[in-house]
């Protein structure tokens, strides 16, 4: 992999690709597979008005412009309120491919959201190498994450209380119900760990729930995937339970990315006997009062899933409060408005305060 190695110096490093620990000047090579999780250099040849920012592996963000040079890495998306994409078979130098999300994910992009208009453009300029050989030059294509995910690993949540946020689609508010949460748990003077089970590579939420007072975090990033699916989710989930459970902190939140309808991988999860055993109380985020209803049944009748509480959009005025309590019968508290009840209502409903607790 050494032959045809060169030196790129480059403008931004991508949340992506974080783990990696890469300078601002990376070595590169033109052999490139095309396979999930392969950290590659690209120049970023055109300008965006919206959508224009990139997490970088610092978690600041930053506004892309055409000639940047940027690391991220290859991956597939499929997004309602976003851009879905493909890794392409292939992959060369001079290859224009697209940013298919603002952590650095690139791929060939099949289908746009108009609110996001068209995707950056970007040319291939090789794929990054590390050196794990020490004292030889003998480079390999660096790849995301820490770790590699151990399919047939066992769950053990050493009888740690566990919330798990889920949603009737993306943007339903399930990171700031999580935060909520999370803040009021701290306030009551418990350990939180916190971890985000699905979704693309971005470490956005886990960074709020981190400034919401977790103590530790997590994403599926960590170990190597960009992006969830029904078929890595369930193992994903267990291995950061597992994870964090180990540290003993006095709770785990964690959330399910994308809707309980979607490509990620949430209905896979909540399919397993084991996770399902595992989830002390279940928090739904919802759009609307019909997503609300919906997301109840399914829950319920496919899961065979209690939720403790429904929160989100569909809660942003007494109306919607009213209607999810009358004719859903699940308490309903909005993040924002009522972060403190919510956090104190799901305590109570895990058994970490005791109704009528000060």
């Keep these: 992999m050494a032959n045809g190695m060169r030196s790129v110096v480059v403008d931004k490093i991508a949340s992506v690709a974080q783990a990696c620990g890469l300078s601002h000047e990376v070595r590169v090579a033109a052999d490139i597979p095309a396979e999930e999780g392969v950290v590659i250099v ?9 959508y224009n920012q990139l997490e970088l592996s610092s978690g600041r ?19 309602l309120f976003g851009y879905s994409g493909h890794i392409p078979p ?6 224009v491919i697209q940013m298919l999300n603002i952590g650095g994910v ?6 746009i959201n108009p609110d ?67 803040s009021r748990m701290r306030h009551r003077g418990l350990t939180v760990d916190a971890f985000k ?10 960074l709020a729930m981190e ?49 309980i309808l979607g490509t990620y991988g949430v209905d896979a999860i909540l399919e397993c006997p084991d996770i399902r055993a595992a989830l002390t109380g279940v928090v739904l985020s919802a759009n609307d009062p019909v997503a609300a209803w919906g997301g109840v049944k399914l829950l319920r009748e496919r899961f065979e899933i209690e939720p403790c509480v429904v929160t989100g959009p569909a809660t942003d005025n007494q109306v919607g409060v009213d209607l999810i309590t009358e004719q859903l019968r699940v308490p309903a508290f ?14 109570q409903a895990v058994g970490l305060v005791r109704q009528g607790e000060p």
Excluded: W
């Design 197 to 206: 089970a699905t979704g693309v590579s971005l470490r956005r939420d886990i």
């Design 334 to 347: 909005n993040a924002i408005s009522s972060g403190a009840q919510l956090g104190e209502h799901v305590m």
């Design 211 to 259: 400034d919401a007072g977790a103590r530790r975090s997590a994403i599926f990033t960590d170990f190597g995937v960009v992006t969830t699916t029904r078929s890595n989710g369930p193992a994903l989930t267990r291995a950061m339970l597992t994870e964090l459970a180990a540290g003993k902190p006095d709770v785990i939140v964690f959330e399910l990315g994308d809707g």
């Design 90 to 95: 292939a992959v060369k130098v001079g290859d």
């Design 106 to 111: 690139l791929g060939v992009c099949d289908s």
């Design 61 to 79: 963000m930053a506004k892309v412009r055409k000639g940047d040079v940027v690391v991220g890495a290859l991956g597939h998306r499929k997004a």
């Design 42 to 50: 690209v120049e970023v040849l055109t300008n965006k008005s919206t």
């Design 116 to 182: 996001k208009g068209q995707p950056f453009d970007c040319r291939v300029l090789g794929v990054v190498l590390r050196f794990p050989y020490l004292g030889e030059r003998i480079g390999v294509p660096a790849r995301v994450g820490h770790r590699k995910l151990d399919p047939s690993a066992r769950l053990e949540t050493l009888n740690v209380p566990v919330v798990a946020l889920a949603g009737t689609c993306m943007e339903a508010g399930k990171t700031a119900a999580a935060c909520a949460v999370i």
